[in-house]
């Protein structure tokens, strides 16, 4: 049995600001159901060690690192049989709200210190030196947050094999010179082709140059981040490793997201009987305030930023009103998306209904509820929404880039028979346009449409293919390492 160790900076259910939770929630679990011993290592929030008390929790080991003291909490995934450890340092962890930002939306001052504890601590444990039985053989890094573990694990010729999975190139956790000097970090990692980046410290860089295996979360988000539009300057060094470089498209939690079984629905419909859908729409209008009067139903969940695509949107909804469709939206972001969507929202009430912040529920209602999902991401990794909108029939509209351009298939490409959602290529708001008003033009045709659904219905968006790639990864590593792993 092999045993990983997954470090992340959230978890869903016990700390979500997007689809890194999700997925760290549903690989770690679909790899123990293939019989690896995968334990997850978190940050301790006040959140997460909440919901894990609630669970049951138990201190594993106490050591200090940088003056700070840190308590190893084990405890287990909630619903699962997955142990999480959490890394319990109040000073640098125990602050409500969000992971990484204060209210104000301004990043910690000490996030480079608190990640960066948060990777020695994951090496601790990676070389046997945290005071526990179990060491890993794989070490599963995840964005920028984790990206420091694999440099501190370099320099051991028996340290365990590593991943590093890029979920948003983005992120990358740049800071100044000052701070590399500040955190203690050997001079000699102060290289272009190491840690330093254009001046700067890039915490992605340690995953990037120091993994034995890189991966992202679609093959063409793989693809597109070797490109300079959407390498973020680091797209030279990812071509350099392309040979380690592979994109692994993410499921999704066919458990959680399920029409026949949604926790959330009042009612629940399948595949081979879609008329309770119907249903879901009439109780989703009610629930946001919206006149029920027959028109199509258009829904967008996600950040209220520019990656979503915000600024098409809000260009494509004037017309698209006037056309009589409405909006159901959830999400949270920038005041200038919020401000022009909240005044839509007030100019028309039986139309465009807005709700600021995250409802999990509320999120399950809407993906049921309406009729087309929207999706006008400049550029998506991967991207979760198309698939449970795919899973309950509700026919996405996307911009074919990364992960969206390989889930989601136009019948103008693919023929109505494998057709399942219609995406736009050119990156404006004109093409955006007219691909919305395609798939409402297929909407008055029922058979046309119906067909959609059903393909969408009968894909496979589970982690199990994924965890099965994610597991060959893991043994090439292994079969590739001369040293053997402490154990």
């Known amino acids: 049995m092999t045993r990983v160790l997954f470090a992340t900076s959230e978890v869903y259910p016990l700390v979500k600001t997007g689809g890194l939770a999700d997925v760290s929630a549903s690989l770690p679990e679909a790899l123990c159901r293939l019989g690896y011993d995968v334990n997850i290592l978190l940050p301790g929030y006040p959140s997460a060690m909440a919901a894990a008390s609630r669970t049951g929790t138990s201190p594993l080991a106490q050591f200090s690192i940088d003056g700070f003291k840190v308590t190893l909490v084990e405890s287990r995934l909630p619903g699962t049989a997955v142990t999480i450890w959490l890394v319990d340092c109040p000073q640098l962890f125990g602050r409500e709200g969000n992971p990484y930002q204060n209210d104000q939306g301004e990043d910690w001052p000490d996030n480079a210190q608190r990640f960066k504890l948060f990777a020695e601590v994951g090496a601790r444990i990676a070389m046997g030196q945290a005071g526990l039985a179990w060491c890993p053989e794989i070490v599963h890094c995840n964005d920028w947050q984790s990206a420091l573990l694999p440099v501190f694990l370099q320099a051991y010729p028996e340290r365990p094999g590593t991943v590093f999975t890029i979920h948003n190139l983005a992120y990358q956790g740049l800071f100044p010179q000052t701070t590399f000097a500040a955190l203690g970090l050997p001079e000699t990692l102060w290289r272009y082709d190491q840690l330093e980046f254009h001046g700067q410290l890039s915490f992605i860089k340690g995953g990037l140059v120091f993994s034995d295996r890189i991966t992202t979360v679609s093959p063409g988000y793989a693809e597109e981040i070797q490109t300079p539009e959407l390498g973020y300057g680091l797209d030279g060094l990812l071509r350099y490793r392309r040979p380690q470089l592979s994109g692994i498209l993410n499921g999704i939690d066919t458990r959680t997201w399920n029409p026949e079984d949604d926790q959330y629905l009042d009612r629940h419909y399948g595949r081979d009987h879609l008329k309770n859908k119907r249903l879901c729409q009439t109780a989703l209008l009610q629930t946001m305030g919206l ?14 930023v520019e990656q979503k695509g915000l600024d098409w949107l809000l260009s494509v909804m004037p017309p698209l009103l006037e056309r ?28 465009v209904s807005l709700k600021i912040g995250y409802d999990e529920a509320l999120a399950h209602r809407i993906t049921a509820g309406c009729d087309l999902f929207l999706m006008p991401s400049r550029f998506e990794p991967c ?4 698939m449970y909108s795919l899973r309950y029939g509700t026919i996405p509209v996307v911009h074919a880039v990364g992960g969206l351009r390989d889930t989601v298939f136009d019948p103008a490409d693919t023929g109505i028979d494998h057709a399942n959602g219609f995406c736009f290529k050119s990156p404006d708001p004109v093409s955006f346009l007219e ?47 001369q040293t053997p792993i402490k154990t």
Not at 295 to 302: R, V, Y
């Open 291 to 304: 006149a029920a009067n027959g028109a199509a139903l258009l829904g967008f969940i996600g950040r209220l």
């Open 324 to 351: 009589g469709c409405q909006f159901a939206i959830l999400g949270s972001g920038e005041a200038r998306f919020e401000a022009p969507l909240k005044e839509l929202a007030r100019k028309w009430p039986a139309h």
């Open 383 to 386: 991207g979760l929404n198309q």
């Open 435 to 481: 691909a919305v008003e395609r798939a409402l033009d297929c909407h008055k045709n029922r058979k046309a449409w119906r067909r959609l659904q059903e393909n969408g219905m009968a894909g496979d968006y589970s982690w199990t293919q994924s965890a099965v790639h994610y597991g060959e990864l893991y043994q090439g590593i292994l079969a590739e390492r």
